[in-house]
């Protein structure tokens, strides 16, 4: 639990930097080329190899493709369509999508699941009933692509630490994670990156030099460990505590202006949707009891 509370702390700044230094200044493509590079810099010294085998490295690399390349190239897109305070409320959804694949994974149907999932939309709707626009659901479903690969990369990886040893050094073997994350990275740069729009000032390196080290390779590595020493249930809520944080940073620090009334009547119907999920989940272990 640790580890998840702390890098909740460390990523709530994330979303403010890439708000107001990166989206829209820098291509989104190689900010996550850069992210994704330092942070696999950070661990290739301590690579061996020898510790897992062949389909074990391509299982944590294919991790690493979709939770880290797929789910940034969502992510940092979202920025352009989005406020930082949008962007944080639609990351509500992850929880329901660990729930559904979780289901899905043990062949079973769930369907308050979905119920939730309608008045978590609602509160999306509620923040902006009166500007909504063609922009904004399109932001809105690609903050819902990186969820998407977000929760699978977190629940494929609670299923790979489970078929392999406890005492396994992970430290030593994370390198595939990101090596995974740049056979995304660095094609999706070459593709489709604007290299007229590269880092200008000393800030907006720094920003990304503090994204890749910092937030990227240790916050990774310290949220995919902490997801592996807890229940799927406690996980969920974790995903959710990162929204309050970065919206404080967001409007204490950056002083960044928002409807605070239709933030916190559509946040509270998300947390309504929150509740509700919640509330299903303890019925029904109490009645398996």
């Not at 944080?245 to 605070?260: E, F």
Request: glycine share 10%.
């Amino acid at each position: 639990m640790g580890y998840l509370v702390g890098v909740t702390a460390l990523w709530a700044f994330s979303f403010s930097l890439i708000g107001v230094y990166l989206a829209g200044q820098v291509d989104s493509y190689f900010a996550v080329l850069v992210r994704v590079t330092l942070a696999m810099l950070v661990f290739l010294p301590f690579l061996r190899p020898s510790l897992l085998r062949g389909k074990q490295r391509l299982a944590l690399m294919a991790l690493g493709a979709i939770q880290l390349g797929v789910m940034y190239t969502f992510f940092y897109h979202s920025f352009l369509l989005l406020s930082v305070p949008e962007v944080l409320l639609f990351t509500i959804f992850t929880p329901v999508y660990i729930a559904l694949l979780d289901d899905l994974m043990f062949k079973r149907f769930t369907p308050i699941y979905l119920i939730t999932a309608i008045l978590a939309v609602i509160g999306a709707g509620v923040i902006r009933y009166d500007g909504i626009d063609s922009g904004f659901w399109l932001g809105f479903m690609v903050v819902q692509g990186a969820n998407l690969c977000f929760a699978i990369g977190q629940v494929g990886y609670r299923r790979l630490a489970a078929d392999l040893p406890p005492t396994l050094a992970w430290h030593s073997v994370f390198g595939w994670f990101f090596i995974g994350a740049m056979l995304v990275a660095l094609p999706a740069f070459l593709l489709f990156g604007n290299s007229a729009a590269l880092p200008s000032t000393s800030v907006q390196w720094g920003v990304l030099a503090w994204l890749g080290l910092v937030a990227s390779g240790v916050g990774y590595f310290a949220w995919n460990q902490g997801a592996t020493k807890v229940d799927a249930g406690t996980l969920a809520i974790m995903n959710n505590a990162l929204v309050p944080a970065g919206l404080v940073v967001n409007l204490v620090i950056w002083n960044r202006d928002a409807d605070i009334g239709k933030l916190l009547l559509g946040a509270a119907i998300m947390g309504a949707s929150l509740w509700l999920n919640h509330w299903w989940l303890q019925r029904r272990k109490a009645a398996v009891a």
